[in-house]
């Protein structure tokens, strides 16, 4: 559909964006387009998913649709809709035996890699396969090039509270050369306070009647925010009263009642009838949980939203009071976030990949993986113990003979529309866990009833290069909430500078600008609203994310003088519809017991294959993948041969 103001918005321009046409990218056989999309053929995805990976070829590069992108997703689609099998041909055997085969090339199944080495030695021979035609998992690296800068961005955004990751985690960073103590020199913690720039809230007219951007959050007292905003008199009243107020409002009760209400309570409820909001505030707060758990406010128990002896919690006002937190009772300041490279947690699968084939990435730093060029090419040459192999979707994980006694395991993947079978002493699945039920079917039933009920939280995470970043200067601000907009949050990036890449501090540079869109259905359980979101991130077109963002910037940053049509200069959308891994919500899922969460029985080794993966941790985070990746390697050890 064309929308009349396409023009303006300059949807026709030429950016460095994949063409797309209704979302399928033009150039690619129209045979091989025809074939997983509807199913599954042996004409596979497409030929070009070879090429991608000949020499000098580099995804990160590839812009457009990114993420879950064309090509990676519909094996497995086929598997799940039961059509697979019947289009496929017979499997061709492939290399020698390994002594591992991982499956997912995310930080999970890079860090088993690693994990597994240390363990077995150099000459280990090692094979990890990943859908995708990037490694990294959602750590994907982005890059662009706007006017002569060439600017990174990310996936998975940084390395989140280090000082609580496990001696294990702490311990890969370490291996990989990474010294987080450089981080408080590499961000630039003051230049955005010293140019005055602070954080906004973008009201549209859809939902709140009128566009104003009301900027100044936090940096003026409340009662001045609240009065620009287009809000009624006791919406601002209740605003300003729930940042300001010192209330317990559950006063009369132990810290112990407390917390078994608040869990059963979501955020939305607690504002109206716990705090005695009018429902106008609950529009305003909807969307703020969007990018930490994928729902909003109406699915999040407030148990999630404040941390015993975290005074800070994650700032939804009203519940650090009630919880206690009054400010007196010495308060210990979170670890800023500032452990960021500039393409996020890509550098940290980019330093696994470079420890694992040394050849694939020159240099031995953790400042010169920044800008170094990986060699796609040598990922996967049969003279390296260790060997990467993407495009590969594994359908098909199976002990060769009783899983109790079996000496080997035949891993079958999908490449190229061809079927292809590998050998391994052992298997450590690092993919999703919905997965494993479809790879695994000899695994006893309740255990892959236990891998099926987590459902992963759908993300957008798009990225917009433009031609400088004045308009956000001249409006005062380097983040924007936008609680009713299609993307509920937009930022310019971290300043961070690290070797030789340097962050664009002049606002007349080019600047990444990051934006966040969780699809969600309020009013459903949060597994049934990630189901809904997955449809529609694999049916939403790259037109109409283009066609929002375009719209939405407009919008926003039109009055500091933002030009879409003009400052556009390249658009990367990350599209994840397995994003987050699922942690039970007390609001909708029953009380586990701890050894009886679907994610604890679903981890169990099976025979001689070992499940990783931050889903096996119940965690979206990347010390869980790690942690989770050195329990299934451990688990591994008993097979000695
Ligand atoms: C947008 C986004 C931002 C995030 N930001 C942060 C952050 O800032 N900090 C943080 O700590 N965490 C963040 N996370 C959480 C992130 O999930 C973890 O940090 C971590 O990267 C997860 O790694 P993983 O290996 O467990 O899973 P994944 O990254 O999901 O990797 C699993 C890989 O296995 C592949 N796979 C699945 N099935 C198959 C199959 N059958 N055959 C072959 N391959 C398969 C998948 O496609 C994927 O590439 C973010 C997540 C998302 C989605």
């Known amino acids: 559909m064309k929308d009349a103001r396409d023009h303006d918005l300059g949807m026709n321009r030429p950016i460095t964006r994949r063409d797309f046409l209704n979302g399928v990218a033009i150039g690619l056989g129209s045979a091989a387009l025809g074939s997983y999309l509807t199913g599954c053929t042996r004409q596979g995805v497409s030929d070009s998913s070879f090429a991608r990976h000949a020499e000098g070829y580099s995804p990160p590069a590839e812009s457009g649709l990114r993420g879950d992108a064309l090509g990676s997703f519909e094996a497995a689609h086929g598997l799940r809709d039961g059509t697979f099998w019947q289009t496929v041909g017979s499997p061709t055997s492939t290399d020698a035996t390994y002594d ?102 973008f009201f549209d007219r859809e939902t709140f009647g009128e566009d104003r951007l009301v900027t100044g959050f936090g940096a003026i007292p409340h009662k001045d925010f609240f009065a620009k905003a287009p809000l009624s008199e006791r919406a601002r009243k209740d605003m300003v009263r729930l940042y300001t107020e010192k209330v317990d409002y559950l006063r009369g009760h132990t810290l112990e009642q407390k917390k078994a209400i608040l869990a059963k309570i979501s955020y939305a409820d607690f504002l109206t009838k716990i705090a005695k909001c009018t429902p106008e505030v609950v529009p305003v707060f909807q969307t703020r949980s969007h990018d930490l758990f994928g729902v909003g406010i109406d699915a999040v128990s407030c148990a999630a939203l404040f941390e015993e002896g975290d005074d800070y919690g994650y700032g939804y006002p009203g519940l650090d009071v009630t919880m206690g937190a009054s400010g007196d009772r010495g308060m ?57 192999r993407l495009s590969s979707t594994v359908v098909r994980v199976q002990h060769n003979g009783d899983p109790a006694s079996a000496r080997e395991v035949t891993v079958t993947y999908a490449r190229n529309g061809q079927i292809y079978q590998v050998r391994g ?30 459902v992963r939280a759908p993300l957008i995470y798009s990225h917009v290069a433009i031609r400088n970043w004045t308009s956000f200067h001249k409006l005062g601000v380097f983040q924007i909430a936008a609680p009713g907009s299609y993307h509920v949050y937009a930022a310019i990036d971290f300043p961070v500078s690290m070797g030789e890449y340097k962050f664009p501090s002049n606002p007349e540079e080019p600047m990444v600008v990051f934006m966040v869109r969780t699809p969600c259905q309020p009013g459903l359980t949060q597994r049934e609203q990630h189901r809904l979101g997955h449809q529609e991130l694999y049916d939403v077109t790259f037109e109409t994310l283009e066609r929002n963002l375009r719209d939405q910037l407009a919008r926003m940053l039109g009055p500091g003088g933002f030009d879409p049509a003009n400052d556009i200069e390249g658009i990367t959308v990350g599209r994840w519809a397995h994003g987050y891994a699922y942690s039970p919500n007390p609001l909708f899922d029953p009380d586990f017991a701890d050894d009886e969460l679907p994610y604890v029985v679903g981890r169990k080794p099976f025979g001689r294959i070992g499940i990783a993966n931050s889903d096996a941790g119940g965690i979206a985070y990347m010390d869980t993948a790690i942690n989770e990746a050195y329990r299934a390697v451990q688990e591994m050890a008993r097979y000695q041969s």
């Open 100 to 201: 591992l085969i991982v499956v997912g090339a995310g930080i999970s199944g890079l860090a088993a890699a690693h994990f597994f080495r240390k363990q077995a030695g150099d000459k280990a021979r090692i094979l990890i396969l990943d859908n995708h035609d990037d490694f990294g998992g959602h750590a994907q690296r982005k890059e662009f090039q706007a006017g002569k800068r060439r600017l990174l961005s990310y996936g998975a955004q940084s390395i989140e509270s280090p000082s609580l990751y496990t001696a294990e985690s702490k311990g890969l960073l370490a291996d990989l050369g990474i010294d987080l103590q450089k981080f408080y020199h590499y961000y630039d913690q003051k230049l955005y306070p010293s140019m005055k720039l602070g954080s906004g809230m």
């Open 332 to 388: 210990h300041k979170p670890e800023p976030y500032i452990f960021h490279f500039p393409d996020g947690n890509a550098s940290i699968a980019r330093l696994l990949v470079r420890s694992l084939i040394p050849d694939a990435i020159p240099g031995t730093t953790m400042e010169d993986v920044v800008l170094a060029k990986a060699d796609y090419s040598r990922l996967d040459k049969p003279q390296s113990p260790a060997r990467l």
């Open 425 to 454: 002493r052992r298997c450590v699945l690092a993919c999703y866990n919905s997965m494993i039920p479809y790879l695994c079917r000899e695994m006893p039933a309740k255990q892959k009833e236990a891998l099926a009920y987590g």
